[in-house]
């Protein structure tokens, strides 16, 4: 049973920095994606970022790129997702997700089996 569990999360200024991670247990792939979701009050879950454990390849949606960074630590089975100068218009529960590699669809929930409980991060002064 593939567990994940986001930690990090909490209130930030904007502008501030604050990094997520997700730990992972219990793999059933040899290669897998990871991904980083969010969900603001009143609005659909969607894609932030991904990266793969297989070579290391990345995507961001265009609105975090260039302020957020997706990294891996392999040896701690650990993701993390690095913001930068955040936004108020950031502020969300932030998931991650496990799922098989594939040719597309990195930044949608149907790539994804496997789901972590969320982390709240609030970016406000």
């Known amino acids: 049973q593939v567990q994940l569990v986001e930690s990090g999360g909490g209130l930030v200024q904007p502008g501030g920095s604050l990094r997520l991670s997700c730990a992972v247990s219990g793999f059933t792939l040899e290669y897998y994606a990871i991904g980083w979701f969010r969900q603001a009050p009143g609005k659909g879950r969607e894609g932030v970022s991904f990266i793969s454990s297989a070579d290391g390849s990345t995507q961001y949606a265009d609105s975090v790129k260039g302020r957020f960074t997706i990294s891996r630590d392999n040896a701690k089975n650990t993701v993390y997702l690095q913001m930068d100068s955040p936004k108020p218009e950031d502020t969300a529960v932030y998931y991650c997700?496990?799922?098989?590699?594939?040719?597309?669809?990195?930044?949608?929930?149907?790539?994804?089996?496997?789901w972590g409980q969320g982390t709240q991060v609030t970016v406000s002064s």
């Open positions: 997700a496990y799922g098989p590699l594939g040719p597309y669809g990195y930044m949608f929930n149907w790539r994804y089996d496997y």
